[in-house]
Nanobody, 124 residues
């Protein structure tokens, strides 16, 4: 399975961006996709995850109410719509995938597949 994240860029505080994740190689809907991010000088943190099969999704408290994760129409695709962006949202965003479901936070070590990151910079 190979993943690719895209959609990062520069945005002013309060603005919006939509990130996309494309995962090739899944042959069924039995998988989950997550977004993590790593801000400069900080550890990577979990942002959100989504189970393809049942559509359940979860968010970190820091993004709840501002970010929305969704399945794409095509198997292996997902999006992260980010609104009301803040300076603290500046980070490299990664998408990850694993067989099965997500039911909330799952540590990095338990995500089998990772894509290259996409940089989101929130700056005035």
């Amino acid at each position: 399975v190979q993943l690719q994240a895209s959609g990062g860029g520069y945005v002013q505080p309060g603005g919006s961006l939509r990130l996309s994740c494309s995962a090739s190689g899944f042959t069924s809907d039995y998988y989950a996709i997550a977004w993590f991010r790593q801000a400069p000088g900080k550890e990577r943190e979990w942002v959100s995850c989504l189970s393809r099969a049942d559509g359940n999704f979860y968010y970190a408290d820091s993004v709840k109410g501002r970010f929305a994760i969704s399945n794409g129409d095509i198997r292996g695709t997902a999006s992260l719509q980010m609104k009301s962006l803040e300076f603290d949202d500046t980070a490299v965003y990664y998408c990850a995938a694993r067989p099965g479901f997500c039911s909330g936070y799952i540590p990095e070590s338990q995500w089998n597949y990772w894509g290259t990151g996409t940089l989101v910079t929130v700056s005035s």
